[in-house]
């Protein structure tokens, strides 16, 4: 299977996970679900709360919450994330993570958890140097692809996902389970949505980092 394709599928995969475990696991503890999109972009296919879109790069999970909706006044709000209990406000957006984690370490062995480690290293020295270091990283990338079975490839890209959605920023798992401790149980507190917007730009400063090393490679490789 060529090395692109492996990666389209395994993104495909890792997406459909991620998403239906954090979906589920907040059906689990009560929370009311707004919609679940599965991709980005324009919307291909809707049925009830789940819609596919067209690019299956990432997804979201958008849950009842007082601080991006008006309510009723009658409405108690047990079912509204925001209004839940500390470690359900944290669990809930590392629930895909957790099992995606679990099912690729269980697949590498104890050599994936040093790959994990290793990953969240890698996400950053390759943003920083996009035409470099991302390069050398994703030419190391492809050559494993090439030598290696389906199932090792996505544990492996996996795990490096998994490492991109626990980092410390607006917008990812991580940053999402800070921001659950940070307000400490609380349904809201007047200083969250200014340390949001600056906890989103390291985000998204590395996303187009990548977005570029990806986008370069895919270039010199078409004129090899």
Request: aromatic share 12%; proline share 4%.
């Amino acid at each position: 299977m060529p090395p692109a394709f492996q990666l389209l599928l395994c993104l495909l995969i890792f997406m459909l996970i991620h998403i239906s475990v954090m979906a589920a696991c907040a059906r689990l503890f009560g929370i009311t679900l707004r919609s679940i999109s599965y991709g980005v972009g324009p919307t291909l296919l809707s049925w009830g709360k789940v819609r596919v879109k067209l690019l299956p790069l990432a997804g979201n999970v958008v849950l009842k919450d007082t601080r991006e909706e008006t309510l009723y006044d009658d409405d108690p709000c047990h079912d509204a994330y925001n209004f839940q209990p500390l470690w359900k406000q944290f669990v809930s957006p590392l629930s895909g993570v957790v099992v995606l984690l679990a099912l690729s370490l269980g697949i590498m062995g104890a050599s994936g958890w040093e790959r994990f480690v290793a990953a969240f290293g890698q996400i950053v020295h390759g943003a920083l140097a996009p035409l470099s270091t991302a390069q050398a990283l994703l030419d190391a990338g492809e050559s494993f692809a090439r030598t290696h079975g389906f199932a090792l490839v996505f544990a492996v890209l996996s795990l490096k996902l998994c490492a991109f959605n626990l980092l410390p920023f607006a917008g990812l798992n991580g940053g999402q389970a800070l921001l659950a401790i940070a307000r400490g149980g609380r349904a809201f507190v007047a200083w969250e949505e200014t340390l949001t917007k600056w906890m989103l730009l390291p985000g998204l400063a590395i996303l187009l980092a990548w977005t570029v090393a990806f986008g370069w490679y895919g270039w010199q490789a078409l004129g090899a």
